[in-house]
């Protein structure tokens, strides 16, 4: 992995096409939250596959938390799709045949020259791309659990809600005030309000 990956440091807004065939950026996939990156080796993989299994089976509780996931892999366009249906996945996959990512990272699985994937790796990213943690997943223990997962979007949700504690000092009379800045949510509410826009859900 590059060297300027590592934990504090900005992963690269890539910009590549979805399963739908749009092009996204992960920035605007990420928005304000939490988000677990995985890099994908694809359909081939049968580590692939029992990893995003499990995600899928979690993620209702990373939509409760405002938490997103996003994967890239090397499959082109309708591969792509087929592995995100197989696994029961909701969330975005990211196409990128061109190996664009696997070549910027510096992660080529020399190991396979027939599929020629990128080593696969997941990142838990703080908002802004910042790198919270990197798990390298060339081998099948070395990729996260979701208890794992849930320890580290603990730790970086923490890192980047003002409104963790509740009970921290101040906060209280910020709400009474009508000051929503530091409350998840609420500040776009109160910004549609305003905006003459229908408020909708906190997330």
């Not at 979690?58 to 592995?83: C, G, M, N, W």
């Not at 190991?111 to 696969?120: K, R, S």
């Not at 223990?141 to 320890?151: A, F, K």
């Amino acid at each position: 992995m590059r060297s300027d990956i590592r934990p504090g440091g900005v992963f690269p807004d890539y910009a590549l096409p979805d399963h739908t065939g749009t092009v996204r950026t992960l920035r605007e996939l990420q928005g304000p939250d939490p988000m677990v990156l995985t890099l994908a080796r694809g359909h081939f993989c049968p580590k692939e596959h029992q990893q995003h299994l499990e995600m899928a089976a979690a993620q209702p509780k990373f939509a409760v938390a405002y938490s997103r996931i996003v994967t890239i892999a090397t499959d082109p366009h309708h591969t792509l799709q087929e592995f995100r249906a197989s696994v029961g996945a909701q969330w975005t996959f990211l196409s990128d045949p061109g190996r664009t990512v696997q070549q910027d990272l510096d992660i080529q699985e020399y190991t396979d020259p027939e599929n020629d994937p990128m080593i696969p790796h997941t990142l838990v990213l703080e908002p802004g791309l910042v790198v919270h943690t990197i798990y390298n997943g060339y081998w099948f223990w070395g990729r996260p659990s979701v208890v794992d997962l849930w320890h580290d979007l603990r730790s970086a949700t923490r890192a980047v809600r003002p409104d963790w504690d509740l009970g921290t000092p101040g906060l209280r009379e910020r709400w009474d005030a009508d000051d929503l800045a530091p409350f998840h949510g609420w500040d776009r509410r109160a910004t549609a309000v305003a905006a003459g826009r229908p408020a909708g859900d906190r997330g």
